[in-house]
């Protein structure tokens, strides 16, 4: 369990990254929204990989902080983007092959939010759909405001 929660620990600072990238990309193109919403995600990837730090941290074990891969900087569209961004994992199947309760119900917390995530990604790709050529702004600005 312990090994399978330090690759998810990479694979969150390797999300985090790309959100990041995702975000400067799109602060290049002059979409100051897009570039702050995919700022929020770059630090909720990096809150989850601090979470599961403490977690393996708190039950005794020992955490292992890898090489996270270099990650894309170049994107030609923002449709392009939202469609990549739509991609997360989980680790409560494991938990539970391995009989581990405890952390069955630490990573609960991110199937819920999966959910969340999910449908927020979904949305925001049809949306960048309808969006044609100046409509894009008016999302752009929408999406500045999110906290």
Known sequence: MQSAINEQIN??????????????????????????????????????????MHYVITRGGKVEIKAVAAVETEFNSPLEIAEKAYHHECLVRIASEEKDMPSQDFFWKYIREQVEEEANATNLIDR????????????????AARQ
């Open 128 to 143: 960048v759909r309808m969006a044609k050529d100046a409509a894009i702004l008016f999302l752009d600005k929408e999406l």
């Open 11 to 52: 694979f969150e600072m390797f999300s985090a990254n790309t959100y990041l990238s995702m975000s400067a990309y799109f602060s290049q193109q002059g979409l100051d929204g897009f570039a702050h919403w995919y700022y929020m995600q770059y630090k909720e990837e990096l809150a989850h990989a601090e979470d599961m």
